[in-house]
């Protein structure tokens, strides 16, 4: 049996966070969607991918799998934009007939189709894959689950952030299990299983690790300095350094390479964000090589208590929620002293500055100087830093990555 996870028709309504990457590349928690599918599968399970036709190269350079290939054999279809438990993929997997598909409120969630029906059905399909190529499949909907408890279908960046304390508890749970036996890190006291060390992380005298609230799990080389205080649930990636006097109120994920002080609290750091000096962010998602410069703060409650409206491709939307503070894409920089306003979405490779409070929406590829009206980032310099500051991490700029940005532009 083979799986293939897949990027539907609704991806456009996850903006700004996957302008860069497919939406199954999105994080719900410590773990991407697709990773967090891929942990769940049958070990050794055969994964591919379908992406929509612009994602196609750039998937191949960072994955090693087929891409928008049609398979052979029977396959699971697995929603890319579909937060997956364990339960229900072992469901899936074992009792799911074939040539059935679980929906639910108009999204295709699951599928498992014969190779003969896949063999009919390559002609209508189309990336990324619209609801037509599922259809004629038999509707299993008397699942024995309550389908709240087994999936949730992220539909607008911001349900990410709604749903966030649930899904970074489960991923922290599942790496604390792998991490049972394992070998700690002698420096840190670890006298309870609701927080993890790993040997090659630096977790200097003075550190609070609170997990009164929740677990917390420091990954290798992650450094955190002197003084600072780490409230579960609480994820430290890769590479991380929390710089000294920070606070971190969980929940939070700092990604892989992710440099931080100050501020944060219910939020999610892809990876490879900057925020290196004082100032608050929170309930905000933040893709990689964001950088929020010195005392740049986020709103995520309003004054009078409200729900957060948020204004998404000129419609009025009410998130329903709270607290929401900003959804942040690729490469987009903040000056000093920029206030952010609760609901804020800023586009990718954008750059404010100025201080005071910009737009609510900040556009892609464009300058935002307070007082002045917005300009178009031109191309080649927008490339030109972008390569600069990849490449401090260890990164060079693929053609294919390159190429998207073209497109994008």
């Known amino acids: 049996m083979d799986f293939i996870i897949f990027e539907d028709t609704r991806y456009e309504n996850l903006y700004p966070l996957n302008v860069l990457r497919n939406s199954m590349d999105l994080k719900a928690g410590i773990f991407s969607f697709k990773e967090r599918i891929i942990n769940y599968l049958p070990l050794g399970s055969a994964v591919n991918l379908f992406v929509r036709n612009e994602m196609c190269e750039l998937t191949k350079v960072f994955n090693k799998c087929l891409v ?31 040539d059935s598909k679980v929906e639910y409120d ?22 990324p894959v619209n609801n037509i190529f599922f ?8 699942l024995n689950f309550n ?46 299983e609701n927080n993890f060390v790993s ?77 290196q000096h004082d100032g608050f962010i929170g309930n905000t998602y933040a893709c990689p090589f964001v950088n929020f410069g010195a005392d740049t703060v986020t709103s995520n409650l309003k ?20 607290f929401l503070g900003s959804l ?9 002293n920029t206030m952010l306003n609760t609901g804020t979405i800023c586009g990718v490779f954008a750059n404010v500055a100025g201080g005071g409070f910009p737009e609510k929406n900040i556009e892609s590829f464009s300058w935002n100087i307070l007082g002045s009206e917005p300009v178009r980032y031109k ?10 500051v990849m490449k401090r991490r260890g990164i060079e700029m693929s053609e294919e990555y390159i190429s998207l940005l073209k497109k994008i532009y």
């Not at 999204?107 to 990336?127: L, M």
């Not at 990636?237 to 929390?242: P, T």
């Not at 929940?251 to 100050?262: A, L, Q, R, V």
């Not at 191309?379 to 600069?388: D, G, H, L």
């Open 68 to 98: 928008n290939e049609i398979p052979a054999s029977e396959t699971v279809f697995l929603n890319g934009r579909t937060v997956f438990s364990q339960r229900f993929i072992n469901w899936i997997v074992a009792e799911l007939p074939a």
């Open 106 to 127: 108009g999204t295709v969630v699951a599928a498992k189709i014969s190779s003969g029906e896949i063999k009919k059905r390559s002609e209508n399909i189309s990336f």
């Open 135 to 142: 259809e004629g499949l038999r509707n299993i909907n008397n």
């Open 147 to 192: 389908f709240e408890n087994i999936f949730d279908i992220i539909n607008y960046p911001w349900d990410i952030i709604r749903l966030f304390d649930f899904n970074l508890a489960f991923d922290l749970s599942y790496l604390l299990e792998k991490a049972r036996g394992a070998e700690k890190n002698p420096e840190v006291s670890q006298e309870n």
């Open 199 to 275: 040997p090659s992380a630096k977790v200097y005298p003075g550190v609070i690790l609170d997990t009164g609230s929740g677990e917390i799990y420091i990954d290798d080389n992650a450094v955190v300095e002197p003084l600072s205080y780490i409230k579960g649930p609480a994820y430290i990636g890769k590479n991380a350094v929390v710089k000294s006097g920070s606070r971190i109120y969980g929940p939070c994920s700092i990604g892989w390479g992710s440099k931080i002080s100050g501020e944060i609290s219910g939020s999610l750091f892809h990876s490879c964000v900057n925020k």
């Open 303 to 322: 004054n009078n208590y409200s729900k957060v409206r948020v204004n998404y491709k000129g419609e009025s939307i009410n998130t329903g929620m709270q």
């Open 328 to 336: 942040v894409g690729d490469h987009s920089k903040f000056g000093i």
């Open 379 to 388: 191309f080649n310099e927008a490339v030109e830093t972008a390569r600069i």
